[in-house]
């Protein structure tokens, strides 16, 4: 079992971002101004966000910045309706997109779970093996197919 010290050195240590209306924003430690300061984002909540942002980015969005293959491909499902070829499309793009992170050793499961009364937003509910882990990570990444960024 990894110890809080192996994961913030394996999964990293990054600035933390929140989610808002407009997509994710530097998060503050203290009152801003004179004391305050950007956090940072350490072990299990670094890995969470740079998944999350992994399924954000569009596949050679940063391949300017030298990371060609970085992203995913959710962004084509934008204006699809919600229907069985647009959520298996859905699994397989999240599949590949979190594999492809070298910290991930395997997705055993990617699941759409239906939100009630939401028809515009798919939730993918996956179960996500981090090297040197024993058990999976639950991740959970909202799609809106309405192209509107989907809220927290």
Known sequence: MATVLDRS???GIDLALRDGAGGADLSL???VGLYGDIALAAGNDDIVQALALRLRVR?????????P?????????IGEPDLPRTRLKAQAFARAAIEADPRVAKVDAVEIVSIPGERQI????????????QRPLNLVFDLALSGTEALP
């Not at 798919?122 to 882990?133: G, N």
């Open 9 to 11: 050195r394996l999964y």
């Open 29 to 31: 430690v203290g009152p």
């Open 59 to 67: 596949v050679g969005e940063l391949a300017l910045l030298g990371w």
């Open 69 to 77: 293959d970085y992203g995913s491909r959710l962004h084509e499902l």
């Open 122 to 133: 798919l939730r993918l509910s996956m179960d996500v093996h981090l090297i040197t882990e």
